[in-house]
C-alpha cells in the first residue's frame, strides 16, 4: 500500500455536486453544503429506489454514468435528516480510496458533524484462517494511515475509525445507521458499471449516499 501521498498532494476535485432525487425538494443541509464548499449543484429527478428493492432504476444508473466525472449524491425519499447526524466513508483500500477519503472529510467539515471510517473484513476469514492475520493487520493499517492523513490536514476534524467482521455489501446495507453514506464508484474517463457495494448501497442503505469517482 502506498503511503507517501497525501489529500493536498492530489488533482483538485471536481467543483460539481450532482443530486439524484425522487423530488425537486432537496433537503436544507444538501443546498448548504453545496454553498459552502463552493460547489456547482445539479439537480436531477428521476426515481431512485425499485418496488421490493428490485434492480437499481436504470434512471438512476444514466444519471450515475452521466456525471461520472462528479461526485453524484443518491437522496431517496423519506432518507434525509434535516440536522445531518454524521457522515461515514466505506473504505477498501489506499490510494485507490483517497479521492473517497477526501471526499468524505470535505462533506464532513462542512457539514459540521463527526467522520467515521468502516472498513469490512469478510466473515469468511474464520478465526483460525491462515490468511486472518494477514487480512487484520492490512484492514488496521487501511484504517489508521487514513486516520492520521485526515487528522493532520483536518485538526478540527472528528474521525473515528471501525472494523467490521462482515462483507463490504452489507456493511452498506438498510442496517447501516448513519446520516450520509460515502462510497467509491467509477473511475474517472472509464464506463466502470456499478460494483455489489455500490449496487448494494443504492438499493438498501437508508440515508442518502454520495458516490465518488475513484
Not at 14 to 39: E, I, K, M, Q, Y
Not at 65 to 93: C, E, F, M
Not at 148 to 159: C, G, Q
Amino acid at each position: 500500500m502506498n503511503t507517501g501521498t497525501t489529500l493536498a498532494t492530489r488533482p483538485r476535485r471536481v467543483d460539481g455536486l450532482v443530486v439524484v432525487s425522487d423530488t425537486p425538494d432537496l433537503p436544507g443541509w444538501v443546498r448548504d453544503w453545496s454553498r459552502r464548499a463552493g460547489r456547482e449543484l445539479r439537480v436531477h429527478t428521476t426515481p431512485v429506489r425499485a418496488p421490493g428493492h428490485g434492480p437499481t432504476p436504470p434512471g438512476l444508473l444514466a444519471a450515475i454514468s452521466a456525471w461520472a466525472a462528479d461526485p453524484v449524491l443518491v437522496v431517496p425519499a423519506g432518507s434525509a435528516d434535516n440536522l445531518l447526524r454524521q457522515v461515514t466513508a466505506a473504505l477498501h483500500d489506499l490510494p485507490d480510496d483517497e479521492p473517497v477519503l477526501a471526499a468524505a472529510a470535505d462533506t464532513a467539515r462542512q457539514l459540521g458533524g463527526p467522520l467515521v471510517l468502516t472498513h469490512a473484513l469478510p466473515v469468511s476469514f474464520a478465526e483460525h484462517s491462515v490468511g486472518l492475520r494477514s487480512a487484520l493487520a492490512h484492514a488496521h493499517r487501511v484504517l489508521d494511515v487514513a486516520a492520521r492523513l485526515l487528522v493532520a490536514e483536518n485538526p478540527d476534524l472528528t474521525v473515528e475509525t471501525r472494523l467490521l467482521r462482515t462483507h463490504p455489501h452489507e456493511l452498506v446495507g438498510e442496517n447501516l445507521d448513519t446520516g450520509l453514506l460515502v462510497i467509491g464508484g467509477p473511475r474517472r474517463r472509464f464506463t466502470d458499471d456499478l460494483g455489489l457495494v455500490a449496487r448494494t448501497a443504492l438499493n438498501h442503505a437508508t440515508c442518502p449516499v454520495l458516490i465518488v469517482p475513484r
